[in-house]
């Protein structure tokens, strides 16, 4: 969730500090940035599936190796994908169909953001390791601390030294830092605290590795996807000029708040499932999707409430004087998707069953189909004259199938 506070962050000071075209150029770079975040969060479940399932069952010297073991899997994925994003990323953006006035300001932010990966991989996996140790206030201090001084550093940065769009990809460089300082430094000194057993802990463990891969692999390709939907996405958006692309940007963060919140609460599901599995008590897992469905339909309330009539306040809130397609397009974009909320919410919750069981075919079943109705339906309705209106459409689509087979394959998997 920290990535997304980040670019809220970063969106709000480009949109209210610099521009209109600030905000577009943050916005269409940060379609790339979720590729990285994809893989990242795959690393995240691999690591806290497996940690979760060797800690439900107190198997202490295994957790220890596990941990070490996912840390050398992530610094190679993590140096493979600074290369390619730093050789590769302006192709992307181009592909993305940039517009030349938004293009330097993207290859900039873009840049500076993959620079940063190392930071955003290990807190990533070591926040994965806090979750499976049944730990999720130490994350949520490290949360609200390196956000918060993510704005303060943004409006330093941009307000009193004139550093533009660098200045927000800057701020968001040296906070990740300080929270994945924070985090690995804590990981390895909750490990020493652990109790030896007989067996003594290794750095690295083959079979380990091949558990963590068979759990980050289709966690990780699946969030890819999506994101590699969203590029598609952002490309049709890009079509219709800068406007509805900074429109899209400020609404877009306000869903993806929302999205990133109920995965968060999918993730504990995870863990939980893993846990009780590992403890040989499957029969808790029904009891973790009832109350894990409680939860995020609770939450659900309080924004699809505020996003569907105050839509335009919160839209308002990236940008001074927005245009009328930017405002148009934002506040159209959340009063389409946020009743709908409720029916992703429960995806989700499905999804982290399914994950924390280990039944990951079902899972990538589900999410792309998702994907692909998403994207077909926004390629073809964006044609029509619905324009970018129908490209908003395809997303509730996509989220009431995946959610009704994701919630078949949990019914298949944990017969009552």
Avoid at 106 to 128: E, W
Avoid at 327 to 353: M, T
Avoid at 402 to 414: D, E, H, N
Wanted: aromatic residues 12%; contains cysteine.
């Amino acid at each position: 969730m920290i990535h997304k506070l980040y670019n809220i962050a970063d969106s709000l000071v480009a949109g209210k500090l610099i521009g209109e075209n600030a905000l577009a150029a943050v916005g269409n770079s940060y379609e790339v940035t979720l590729i990285f975040i994809a893989v990242a969060f795959g690393c995240n479940m691999g690591c806290s599936v497996v940690v979760s399932r060797q800690f439900g069952a107190k198997e202490y010297s295994q957790v220890k190796t596990a941990v070490s073991t996912a840390m050398l899997m992530t610094a190679v994925v993590c140096l493979a994908l600074m290369t390619g994003g730093l050789l590769l990323g302006g192709t992307l953006l181009n592909m993305l169909r940039t517009p030349p006035e938004l293009l330097a300001d993207s290859a900039l932010y873009l840049n500076i953001y993959t620079l940063g990966l190392p930071f955003l991989f290990f807190y990533n996996v070591s926040n994965g390791i806090f979750s499976a140790l049944g730990d999720s206030r130490t994350p949520f201090l490290f949360l609200a601390l390196s956000s918060s001084a993510n704005i303060l550093i943004d409006i330093l940065f941009v307000k009193f030294f004139g550093m533009g769009v660098a200045g927000v990809a800057w701020a968001t460089f040296l906070c990740q830092g300080l929270s994945c300082v924070l985090a690995v430094f804590t990981v390895f000194r909750r490990m020493r605290s652990l109790p030896d057993d007989k067996e003594r802990a290794r750095l690295f463990s083959g079979p380990l590795l091949r558990q963590i891969v068979v759990i980050a692999v289709p966690s990780a390709l699946q969030q890819s996807f999506v994101s590699v939907g969203n590029l598609i996405i952002q490309g049709l958006i890009n079509g219709f000029g800068s406007g509805v692309m900074a429109g899209y940007s400020a609404a877009v963060k306000l869903n993806n708040l929302v999205i990133t919140s109920f995965t968060t609460l999918a993730n504990g599901i995870s863990n939980y499932t893993a846990q009780n599995i590992g403890a040989g008590r499957q029969e808790r897992v029904r009891e973790g999707l009832k109350a894990g469905l409680k939860m995020v339909w609770t939450l659900c309330v309080p924004f699809f409430a505020l996003y569907f009539f105050a839509g335009e306040t919160f839209v308002r809130f990236f940008m001074d004087d927005p245009t009328a397609p930017a405002l148009s397009a934002g506040v159209l974009f959340l009063r389409i998707l946020s009743p709908f909320y409720f029916v992703v919410a429960a995806k989700l919750a499905a999804d982290g069953v399914l994950r924390g069981a280990g039944l990951m075919r079902p899972f990538m079943i589900a999410t792309f189909t998702d994907l692909l109705l998403r994207v077909a339906l926004a390629a073809l309705l964006s044609r029509t004259s619905l324009g970018s209106a129908g490209i908003w459409t395809a997303w509730p689509v996509g989220w009431i199938v995946a959610t009704v087979l994701s919630l078949l394959f949990y019914r298949k998997a944990f017969p009552k």
